[in-house]
């Protein structure tokens, strides 16, 4: 559907496809409207058959420009990596090309820890400090088991 004939049923339906609620949308279309009026005036503009086609048809151009899949991005780096290696630059090449392994799952980025565990002196703590870690660790140590498997006595 081409642009409304009307300049402000178009200027409203723009208005609506980028998210102005009805009533604010009629109004910075040129309308006069005000409070309830405005509300009545801009939900009866939004049932007329040509407005609600041009806001469904300018609806479905957004989505369209908006949707990026992982096709469209793999085909984004086919096309840099050919342009690459048409310019010799085989740096860019590679890039492309590993992009696109990694958009598909055949590269994965490992990231390996380091630092120190850490082991505490717990002969050093108080009763109450002791009660305190056996509250929080003592319902961990009773589903796990003795991992020695050794059963106290």
Known sequence: MPVLTNARH??????????????????ASGYGASGNSAEAAASRLLSDVKVAKRIAELQSKAARKATVTIETIAAELEEARVLAIAEKQTSAAVSASMGKAKLFGLI?????HSGSIGTYDLTKLSDDE??????????????????????EA
């Open 10 to 27: 178009e200027a409203f339906a723009q208005a609506i496809v980028k998210g102005a609620p009805a009533s604010v949308a009629y109004k």
């Open 130 to 151: 002791l009660g305190s870690l056996e509250a929080i660790l003592g319902p961990l140590a009773d589903t796990a088991g003795d991992p020695s498997g050794a059963e």
């Open 108 to 112: 994965v980025d490992k990231h390996k």
